[in-house]
């Protein structure tokens, strides 16, 4: 197995370029991850554009796996909550390459996320993976707990609903806010 690297994604044309084609193929194959099949690229490219510029505001993070040069994974770390929120981050977009599925990248790239969590003062990630072909056996193996189901929660990539699987993971102590 080639030896891979987590780092911290920057706006570049070549690292635009492959998140774009890499979330075209994940839809492609069904991921439910927000978007329809056939997905423009241009959409694909926007959407990429707009996290990386929200990760410079400091309203997330956005993780990728690299094997040498090619990005074979990611996940998003959200951190731009509600005021009353400040404690907790949302994973989201944990996405791999199809011939990578099943060579740790999700798990590695969680891992990556949580401890930044931490390092960021967060004590509670919260996620959602759709019922239909998500990611659920991963989470449970990673310590997240289900609270439950939200049956027809949204559209496949290629037609039909879903249900949604909401998980929760405590990371940390309890922090109360001081308000004094």
Known sequence: MAEREITTLRASAGTLAQLRDMLIEVVANGGSVS????????VAETYWADALAAQARNERVV????????????VTLLLDLAPNQPHRAEIAKLMT?????????????????????????????????????GAARLYHRLG???????????????????GTLIFWKRIGPVKLLDLS
């Open 63 to 74: 993780l990728g796996s690299w094997e040498a040069d090619v990005l074979v994974g990611t």
């Open 35 to 42: 978007f329809m099949h056939p997905l423009d690229p241009v």
């Open 97 to 133: 390459r199809s011939d990578h599925c099943g060579h740790g990248v999700g798990t590695s790239l969680m891992k990556a996320a949580e401890t930044i969590a931490v390092e960021l003062g967060r004590t509670l990630l919260v996620l959602d993976t759709a019922v239909d072909g």
């Open 144 to 162: 997240f707990n289900l609270t439950g189901e939200i049956p027809d929660y949204a559209f496949k990539p290629h037609g039909g609903l879903t």
